[in-house]
């Protein structure tokens, strides 16, 4: 997949393609709809967005409440097929285009798209003036066709970045994989940890989960994918999110234990779905305490991924 950020300098054999537009935070079921959509026989299958996404820009001390990373995001898109990723930098001089400005700077004549597909929900320009109605005006004055995509229901629920979150922080990992389409992950590299889980019998890779959005505080089931490295391949574990309230204060951090497995992980990226939820974090009076209820924990977990 080719990724594009600058609209201005687009070479021929990039231009003509049919992209759905959006933020695509997840890339859930209802994300994959508009992109089908943009499927076109014989010219590029395009995706464009953001970055940041433009509620981080307009907003910039809210709570975290992205579902993934951007490079999350487009490894995502590309196994979909995307086979080209415009994804356009979000600052002050993109969100003061107005919406006729945008239909004609960025899609006509930046990146020469032939199709766009957008949500029923969709706004653009600055103030949010455009919406779905005046898109498709100003492409059929312009020379690109506009798609509106219907929003999806499952259940009688609106798939939705939203209703994800809050399966998520209620501790629903199943429920938000139904409207994804795919585990809820957390992608990215191993990092230094203080290594007590070693000490306890129980090493574990440690990731950042900094800017991402926080499902519930515990302990799950987890499958992961090491993606690069000696150790390359697929594993299940249990995981801890959290806080570590035993050892004190700290940042929130994903620690994952692999179930037989032995190595060095350090600076390999990972991808951790979540599975079950087992139980909330906890502060025990003990290490043995602790090291009791941790194989608890992966005694049941390796029992529910067994049966997954």
Request: aromatic content about 8%; proline content about 6%; charged content about 25%.
């Amino acid at each position: 997949m080719k990724t594009l950020r600058d609209y201005r300098y687009v070479a021929p054999e990039d231009r003509g393609a049919s992209a759905a537009i959006g933020n695509f935070d997840g890339v859930h079921l209802g994300h994959r709809s508009v992109i089908d959509l943009a499927r076109r026989d014989g010219v590029p299958l395009g995706v464009m967005t953001f970055e940041p996404h433009p509620r981080e820009f307009f907003q910039p001390d809210a709570p975290p409440f992205r579902l993934m990373s951007p490079t999350a995001r487009a490894a995502r898109l590309a196994k979909l097929g995307v086979d080209v990723l415009f994804e356009l930098p979000f600052n002050s001089a993109l969100a003061s285009l107005t919406a006729r400005e945008f239909a004609q700077d960025v899609i006509a004549d930046g990146f020469g798209l032939s199709h766009v597909v957008v949500g029923q929900d969709f706004r653009f320009g600055k103030g949010r003036e455009g919406d779905a109605a005046m898109l498709a005006d100003l492409g059929h004055e312009m020379g690109f066709e506009v798609t509106q995509a219907p929003l999806l229901e499952i259940g009688g629920l609106e798939v939705s970045s939203t209703a994800i979150r809050t399966a998520l922080s209620e501790g629903r990992p199943r429920d938000a994989a139904a409207l994804l389409g795919h585990w809820h992950r957390f992608e990215g590299p191993v990092i230094g940890g203080e290594q007590r889980g070693r000490e306890l019998g129980y090493p574990t890779a440690n990731m950042s989960v900094d800017g991402l959005h926080l499902p519930k505080l515990g302990v799950y089931a987890v499958e992961v994918d090491v993606r690069d490295g000696p150790h390359a391949g697929s594993y299940t574990g249990a995981a801890s999110l959290g806080v570590r309230p035993m050892f004190g204060e700290n940042l929130p951090n994903l620690e994952t234990y692999l179930f037989d497995f032995s190595g060095d992980l350090y600076g390999a990226t990972l991808s951790v779905a979540l599975v079950e939820f087992l139980r909330p974090e906890l502060k025990f009076d003990g290490l043995d305490a602790l090291i009791t209820q941790m194989d608890a924990d992966c005694a049941r977990a390796r029992e529910i991924l067994a049966a997954a």
